[in-house]
């Protein structure tokens, strides 16, 4: 009788380390999930499920013909990915965009682990190096690696790691919005997979409104960062607000607060800039601030933000705040499987590999696990093609980038191999229709890439 693989450790509770763990129990593998919360907390986490959404509650689009992380989440539905799943059951109205009540989300994530008989969850902080008998681990610790263990990877590698401040945006319990000032509306009147044209709470401002904001915000106290983060870089997908206003007058006004598809029916006109809040949870108790990731202290938060038209009540169920991230220098450290070159019995998955953004971590965990199941049952799992969304951040964090000017990176179409597209005076297409070719190209191509023998691990419960 042939013996049973070892277990394949997941270390790592978010979205990469579910996926992880989920792609590889559904091959057939015995899992151990560790997770260290809630016997140890981080700067950001405020319990101890599962899969907690501590940044924005959006996955972001969720159309998958024209845009690069739509696209992403149609590749990981059709592999059967845990972290969709939840989120296709706990969605709530966020114009194009996919977003979830994130308790519920954690909550479903959690339990579905729970209750698969191959998976085991064990809580507590593992504060070093996985043991050597630990033949198959997947390290999906996020941008919130343990010093510890961070510091263990650091020396295994020989690397030092990057690292990034990622802030957080204020929620506002809705019910203390201004409706005689605000209004909701989607972009464009767009219809998200919510089904609602009116999905975002719009606060207008006008010019001269929009100027006294962005000078306080100038103005306002910051939270004073430790000696050791004064060199962080941020990451430019996710600046605090006030670091976009110290950019310049405008930067908010073409930035987050752009008032474009937008008209206030108050004044039957398109505002000078706009302030947009999400909805947060299924309840539609709470709205998040859109693009307003700070590191105001908290009573500054409070003072500023009240002074945005329609949130001068404004109670906040959460304030903003700051915490750093962490990840590798990925195409240098990592191989095309996300084995750790110098210990390849580890693999990384997440954020913590350089991609940026919660579909783009998740998608990395379905692989690893992926990989991982292969290498445990001794078959063989090729990557999904380049073309693919999927493929193509893999490809990218795993060599694509220049190790030398390494950051993290969404999905996005810049990723994938060129379309030679041109109209019938022979120039190139461009917008739209081309970003319909990479997605129908990809789509052709993932679903021939999960239908071969390269993904014979496939399995379609």
């Given at each position: 009788?042939?013996?049973?693989?070892?277990?394949?450790?997941?270390?790592?509770?978010?979205?990469?380390?579910?996926?992880?763990?989920?792609?590889?129990?559904?091959?057939?593998?015995?899992?151990?999930?560790?997770?260290?919360?809630?016997?140890?907390?981080?700067?950001?986490?405020?319990?101890?499920?599962?899969?907690?959404?501590?940044?924005?509650?959006?996955?972001?689009?969720?159309?998958?013909?024209?845009?690069?992380?739509?696209?992403?989440h149609a590749e990981m539905r059709d592999m059967g990915s845990l972290i969709m799943a939840a989120a296709d059951s706990h969605q709530v109205p966020a114009g194009g965009a996919l977003a979830v009540d994130r308790e519920g989300f954690a909550?479903?994530?959690?339990?579905?682990?729970?209750?698969?008989?191959?998976?085991?969850?064990?809580?507590?902080?593992?504060?070093?190096?996985?043991?050597?008998?630990?033949?198959?681990?997947?390290?999906?610790?996020?941008?919130?690696?343990?010093?510890?263990l961070a510091g263990a990877i650091g020396n295994a590698t020989g690397e030092d790691s990057l690292a990034f401040f990622d802030a957080i945006a204020?929620?506002?319990?809705?019910?203390?919005?201004?409706f005689d000032v605000a209004w909701m509306q989607s972009r464009y009147d767009k219809e998200g997979p919510a089904g609602d044209k009116a999905a975002y709470v719009n606060c207008p401002m006008n010019r001269d409104q929009y100027f006294a904001f962005v000078a306080a915000l100038n103005a306002g106290e910051k939270t004073e960062f430790k000696e050791w983060e004064k060199n962080t870089p941020y990451f430019e997908g996710c600046l605090p607000i006030e670091v976009m206003a110290e950019r310049g007058e405008m930067t908010l006004a073409y930035g987050p607060m752009k008032p474009v598809g937008l008209t206030d029916p108050h004044s039957g006109h398109r505002p000078f800039a706009v302030v947009q809040l999400r909805q947060d949870n299924a309840l539609g108790t709470l709205y998040n601030m859109v693009g307003f990731q700070t590191k105001l202290k908290h009573g500054e938060q409070?003072?500023?933000?009240?002074?945005?038209?329609?949130?001068?009540?404004?109670?906040?169920?959460?304030?903003?705040?700051?915490?750093?991230?962490?990840?590798?220098?990925?195409?240098?450290?990592?191989?095309?499987?996300?084995?750790?070159?110098?210990?390849?019995?580890?693999?990384?998955?997440?954020?913590?590999?350089?991609?940026?953004?919660?579909?783009?971590?998740?998608?990395?965990?379905?692989?690893?696990?992926?990989?991982?199941?292969?290498?445990?049952?001794?078959?063989?799992?090729?990557?999904?093609?380049?073309?693919?969304?999927?493929?193509?951040?893999?490809?990218?964090?795993?060599?694509?980038a220049d190790a030398g000017t390494f950051q993290p990176m969404n999905a996005n179409f810049g990723l994938f191999p060129e379309i030679e597209l041109r109209d019938a005076r022979g120039r190139p297409l461009r917008g739209k229709t081309r970003r319909e070719a990479y997605s129908a190209r990809a789509r052709t191509e993932f679903a021939g890439w999960l239908a071969g023998s390269d993904s014979s691990l496939l399995v379609h419960e």
């Amino acid at each position: 009788m042939n013996k049973p693989p070892a277990p394949i450790h997941v270390i790592g509770g978010g979205l990469a380390g579910c996926e992880a763990a989920w792609a590889a129990a559904r091959r057939g593998c015995t899992v151990i999930l560790h997770e260290m919360r809630p016997d140890k907390g981080t700067p950001a986490h405020k319990t101890g499920d599962l899969a907690e959404l501590v940044c924005s509650n959006s996955l972001r689009s969720d159309d998958a013909s024209t845009n690069a992380v739509g696209l992403l989440h149609a590749e990981m539905r059709d592999m059967g990915s845990l972290i969709m799943a939840a989120a296709d059951s706990h969605q709530v109205p966020a114009g194009g965009a996919l977003a979830v009540d994130r308790e519920g989300f954690a909550r479903a994530v959690t339990e579905t682990i729970a209750a698969h008989p191959l998976i085991t969850v064990e809580r507590g902080e593992i504060t070093g190096l996985p043991p050597n008998d630990w033949a198959n681990v997947v390290i999906a610790t996020g941008p919130l690696t343990s010093p510890a263990l961070a510091g263990a990877i650091g020396n295994a590698t020989g690397e030092d790691s990057l690292a990034f401040f990622d802030a957080i945006a204020p929620i506002v319990h809705r019910d203390s919005i201004d409706f005689d000032v605000a209004w909701m509306q989607s972009r464009y009147d767009k219809e998200g997979p919510a089904g609602d044209k009116a999905a975002y709470v719009n606060c207008p401002m006008n010019r001269d409104q929009y100027f006294a904001f962005v000078a306080a915000l100038n103005a306002g106290e910051k939270t004073e960062f430790k000696e050791w983060e004064k060199n962080t870089p941020y990451f430019e997908g996710c600046l605090p607000i006030e670091v976009m206003a110290e950019r310049g007058e405008m930067t908010l006004a073409y930035g987050p607060m752009k008032p474009v598809g937008l008209t206030d029916p108050h004044s039957g006109h398109r505002p000078f800039a706009v302030v947009q809040l999400r909805q947060d949870n299924a309840l539609g108790t709470l709205y998040n601030m859109v693009g307003f990731q700070t590191k105001l202290k908290h009573g500054e938060q409070t003072r500023i933000f009240r002074m945005i038209p329609g949130l001068e009540n404004a109670q906040f169920a959460r304030l903003g705040g700051i915490h750093r991230n962490t990840f590798l220098n990925s195409p240098r450290l990592l191989d095309g499987e996300l084995r750790l070159k110098a210990v390849p019995r580890l693999r990384f998955a997440g954020q913590i590999t350089g991609v940026e953004g919660y579909v783009e971590s998740a998608a990395m965990g379905i692989l690893a696990g992926n990989f991982a199941a292969a290498e445990a049952t001794g078959c063989a799992f090729a990557p999904p093609p380049v073309t693919t969304s999927m493929g193509a951040l893999l490809n990218h964090i795993t060599g694509g980038a220049d190790a030398g000017t390494f950051q993290p990176m969404n999905a996005n179409f810049g990723l994938f191999p060129e379309i030679e597209l041109r109209d019938a005076r022979g120039r190139p297409l461009r917008g739209k229709t081309r970003r319909e070719a990479y997605s129908a190209r990809a789509r052709t191509e993932f679903a021939g890439w999960l239908a071969g023998s390269d993904s014979s691990l496939l399995v379609h419960e």
